[in-house]
């Protein structure tokens, strides 16, 4: 079964063309650095716990710090997007965020830690928001969906953060060190990528010039679109949260619920959150072909049900490595369901899609952040396992709202933006 064609935009993997094609290079080293920077951290949730002597539920308090940095840090960052674009904002982002991982790692308190991953929060908010924005400037420029190929080096990156720290964990590395080396490495991986990122297909013209409207010239004068709230884009804005709470909570409580509901060593319980991301990677690999062949609500539906189903086994199971391949069952199910809303949110009648996909990201980004300390809430109510039972629920609920991708309003462009008449996307 096909998709629902969208003019101008192919389904399919693979490299754009033109302008697209060379800007989109150095935005995969950002999506790379974004997924490598906050999963060296994750491997090593377990030993900054025990470090601190935290429990379950300061544990999820100090996690809510990234969701406090985040949620400010998100809105703000989509109103500068729109006003300066999204390279201006994703360069001083990028580098932020590299450099904030070194903070954790220096916390000698409950507070301290929350303050720091509240940093971290806030400048991975704003990077979020802003290689997104851009990510669906460069699809609509190359004239292919590349949205979920983009996400894969997210994965990608995710992948080499987790193997990283998994590592570092079982060969006795103090989480001090090892998010000081990240922290260097990614600095200078930032900063290289910051500098040859391409401006958008279209040029911001700041505060004092108009943007202009699709189809016109650039020097015609035409007012800043309004964001509309329209429903189809808060349940979109739905859909994405419970898509990126279900990866938040493998990212923040899979190693801690193998090491601690099922006694795996540190570098066992590490390899949860690896082999998720190496599903994750995969399966974004190869979103933007699937989707094209089956269609985003068949790819977001079935891939929710397993999600659901490698959920359930991992959290009845009694042996570490069998909940390490199904956390790679849940991955693989939702990897390509965020860029899917990501890229409806941005062809839908709301006034700005640079707004459209704040939104969504916005949302879903909150989810991801905050989901984790609501699993501490529960868990120190309960247990670590008790707590994940909120996984299968999520993937339902996934499932059931899927069919909001069926519908796609905004038109996308027939054809790349040429310099005449530029694209007005982000």
């Not at 935009?9 to 800007?23: D, K, L, Q």
């Not at 935005?27 to 377990?46: D, T």
């Not at 995710?158 to 006795?172: E, P, Q």
């Not at 990614?186 to 699709?214: I, M």
């Amino acid at each position: 079964m096909k998709a629902p064609s969208t003019p101008g935009i192919r389904h399919e993997g693979g490299r754009g063309t033109g302008r697209g094609n060379s800007g989109g290079v150095a935005l995969y080293v950002v999506f790379f650095i974004n997924g490598l920077v906050l999963a060296s951290w994750a491997p090593r949730i377990p030993q900054v716990k025990e470090q601190l002597q935290l429990s379950d539920g300061q544990l999820g308090l100090a996690l809510l710090g990234v969701a406090l940095g985040s949620v400010p840090a998100m809105p703000a960052a989509g109103s500068l997007v729109n006003r300066f674009g999204s390279r201006a904002v994703a360069r001083t982002a990028v580098l932020l965020y590299a450099a904030a991982i070194a903070l954790p790692g220096l916390a000698r308190s409950l507070t301290e830690l929350m303050v720091s991953l509240a940093v971290v929060g806030a400048a991975v908010g704003a990077l979020d928001v802003a290689m997104n924005a851009h990510a669906v400037d460069v699809e609509r420029s190359s004239g292919r969906a590349r949205l979920s190929s983009f996400h894969a080096l997210f994965s990608a990156g995710a992948l080499a953060g987790a193997l990283i720290g998994t590592l570092a964990a079982a060969g006795g590395v103090t989480p001090r060190a090892q998010f000081t080396a990240s922290a260097v490495v990614a600095v200078l991986a930032a900063g290289s990528a910051a500098a040859t990122l391409r401006p958008s297909a279209y040029q911001h013209p700041g505060p004092a010039r108009s943007r202009s409207a699709p189809g016109t010239s650039a020097t015609a004068p035409a007012s800043v679109p309004v964001s509309r709230f329209t429903p189809r884009l808060l349940l979109l804005s739905a859909l994405g949260l419970c898509v990126l709470l279900i990866e938040g909570v493998v990212t923040d409580w899979g190693s801690v619920y193998l090491a601690d509901s099922l006694h795996a060593g540190p570098g066992p319980a590490g390899a949860g959150y690896a082999a998720f991301a190496v599903a994750m990677t995969a399966g974004r690999l190869s979103g933007d072909w699937t989707a094209g062949r089956f269609g985003p609500v068949r790819v977001v539906r079935v891939g929710a049900l397993l999600t659901a189903a490698g959920a359930m086994v991992a959290i009845v199971t009694g042996h570490p490595v069998v909940a390490v391949v199904f956390f790679a069952l849940v991955g693989l199910g939702i990897a390509a369901s965020f860029p899917l809303v990501v890229s409806g949110a941005s062809r839908l009648h709301t006034g700005s899609p640079g707004t459209a996909v704040a939104t969504v990201s916005t949302t879903g980004y909150f989810a991801f952040l905050a989901g984790p300390p609501f699993i501490g809430f529960l868990a120190s109510h309960s247990s670590v396992r008790v707590a994940l039972l909120a996984l299968p629920v999520l993937a339902v609920a996934t499932a059931l709202l899927a069919s909001l991708l069926a519908v796609e309003e905004r038109p996308s462009l027939s054809t790349p933006p040429t310099t005449s008449e530029p694209s007005a996307t982000i």
